[in-house]
Nanobody
Framework: QVQLVESGGGLVQPGGSLRLSCAAS????????MSWYRQTPGKERELVAA????????NYVDSVKGRFTISRDNAKNTVYLQMNSLKPEDTAVYYC?????????WGQGTQVTVSS
């Protein structure tokens, strides 16, 4: 059974930091590219950051470049999103995604709220 379980979301003040984690099971983690998406009510889900299966290549949406870092630990079947200098516009539900060829798996999401 495939599972992607996100954790680490919460309420943080502007300028603060959070680290999201996504623990994967039920598939061969080190053969899948991993990504973080986010979504706010009434908007489409947005790709935030992605990392190749071996961790050798990453990319980010322009709005988070220099503030967010995606990483993975293939020994632990976990992908991370370190979020620094958070802004109110980063408020969203963050979803973990695994992708390989035409296969896509999604987590249930974790809420991140940036507010004073």
């Amino acid at each position: 059974q495939v599972q992607l379980v996100e954790s680490g979301g919460g309420l943080v003040q502007p300028g603060g930091s959070l680290r999201l984690s996504c623990a994967a099971s039920g598939f061969t983690f080190n053969t899948y590219a991993m990504s973080w998406y986010r979504q706010t009510p009434g908007k489409e889900r947005e790709l935030v950051a992605a990392i190749a299966s071996n961790g050798g290549n990453t990319n980010y949406v322009d709005s988070v470049k220099g503030r967010f870092t995606i990483s993975r630990d293939n020994a632990k079947n976990t992908v991370y999103l370190q979020m620094n200098s958070l802004k109110p516009e980063d408020t969203a539900v963050y979803y973990c995604n695994a992708a390989r060829l035409s296969i896509r798996y999604w987590g249930q999401g974790t809420q991140v709220t940036v507010s004073s």
